[in-house]
C-alpha cells in the first residue's frame, strides 16, 4: 500500500541479494522524513539532541526511532502532518533514551505496531521496553541475525558495540539506502554489514553516525573508505555525527552530500537534492 505525505522524500536500492531484494523495476519511489534531529531544516519543527524519520514507499510505513522528548516528537509529527494511524512498524535502532524517548506516548496514538528491538534482553532499559510496549498492546519484533521487516526492507541485525543495534537496509531504485540511529557499533561495520546482507551498491547513507570523539585522522581514513572501498554514492550525515566530520563529509562528496534536519523530506528518485520540505 502507498502512503502519501504533504512532503516528500525519497529513496535508491538495491539490486538482488540475499532476503529477497526487488528489481529495479519492481522497487518503490520512497519517501524519507525526519522528524526529530538536533539540526534545523524546515520552519515549524522544534530541535533537540535525538532521532527519528518516516520511511514511506513501501507495503509498511516505518517509523525509524522516537527522539528524546516526547513533546518535540509529537509536536514535529503534527507539524508535518503525518498521520499516526499510518504507521504500521517502529523501528527501534538501540535503546538509547534519545532514540526511544517517544514511543511510550506514540503508542498511545497507535498501538497497531510491531515494535522492532535489537534481541538483547540484558539491559534494564531494554527490558523495560518490552514490559512498555506489550502494556500498550503492541507486538514486540527482537531479532538477532539479518531478517525481512516487509518486501525491501531489512534489518541489519544486531551488532555489538557500546550498545547493541541494528540498521535499516531500504531497497531502493538506484541502490542500498541504510538508515542508521548511532552507529555505536561503528558506522563502516554497519555499513560492512549491510554490504553483506545485499549484493547491490549502497546509493544513500543517512543517520547519526557516532563520530564526536574521533580524531581528524581517523575521520579522514572513514570519509575515505566511504568514497573508495564501500563506493557510497551519498551521504547525508547528522545527529551525533559531529560538526567536525559533518563538514568533511560535505567537502568530500559536494553535490552529493545531502544537508538534513528537523523537517527535511528528501526525493531521491529525483536526484539527491531533488524534492524536499
Known amino acids: 500500500m502507498k502512503r502519501t505525505l504533504v512532503f516528500m522524500l525519497c529513496a535508491a536500492v538495491f539490486a538482488g541479494g540475499a532476503y529477497g ?5 519492481e522497487a518503490p519511489a520512497v519517501t524519507i522524513t525526519v522528524i526529530y534531529d538536533n539540526y534545523p531544516f524546515a520552519p515549524g519543527l522544534k530541535t533537540d539532541w535525538g532521532f527519528a524519520c518516516l520511511v514511506q514507499g ?21 507539524a508535518l502532518k503525518i ?9 527501534i535502532s538501540h ?4 532514540h526511544t524517548g517517544g514511543l511510550e506516548e506514540f503508542l498511545k496514538l497507535n498501538n497497531k505496531v510491531s515494535v522492532w528491538l535489537p534481541s538483547s534482553v540484558m539491559a534494564e532499559v531494554s527490558k523495560g521496553l ?12 527482537r531479532n538477532k541475525a539479518p531478517a525481512e521487516v516487509c518486501p525491501g526492507v531489512r534489518s541489519t541485525g544486531e551488532l555489538v558495540g557500546v550498545a547493541l543495534e541494528q540498521a535499516l537496509i531500504l531497497d531502493t531504485h538506484d541502490g542500498a539506502v541504510i538508515v542508521t540511529g548511532c552507529a555505536h557499533p561503528g558506522i563502516l561495520n554497519i ?36 568514497k573508495g572501498e564501500l563506493g557510497i ?9 559531529g560538526d567536525r566530520a559533518i563538514a568533511l563529509f560535505k ?8 544537508p538534513v534536519g528537523a523537517g527535511r523530506v528528501l526525493t531521491l528518485d529525483k536526484g539527491p537534492n531533488g524534492g524536499g520540505a
Open 21 to 25: 531484494s526487488l528489481s529495479a523495476a
Open 58 to 78: 513501501f507495503d509498511k510505513t516505518i517509523l525509524f526511532d522516537t527522539g528524546t522528548k516526547p513533546d518535540i516528537f509529537l509536536n514535529n509529527l503534527r
Open 83 to 91: 498521520d499516526s494511524s499510518t504507521v504500521d512498524v517502529i523501528f
Open 95 to 98: 535503546d538509547h533514551g534519545d
Open 130 to 141: 518490552d514490559e512498555m510496549v506489550t502494556k500498550a498492546g503492541a507486538r514486540v519484533v
Open 191 to 226: 555499513l560492512r554489514r549491510a554490504r553483506d546482507v545485499t549484493s547491490r551498491e549502497t546509493a544513500f547513507v543517512l543517520g547519526g553516525f557516532h563520530l564526536l570523539q574521533t580524531s581528524e585522522p581517523e575521520l579522514r581514513t572513514i570519509v575515505g573508505t566511504f
Open 233 to 241: 554514492k551519498r551521504v547525508a550525515a547528522t545527529h551525533c555525527t
Open 251 to 258: 567537502d568530500a562528496y559536494g553535490a552529493n552530500f545531502v
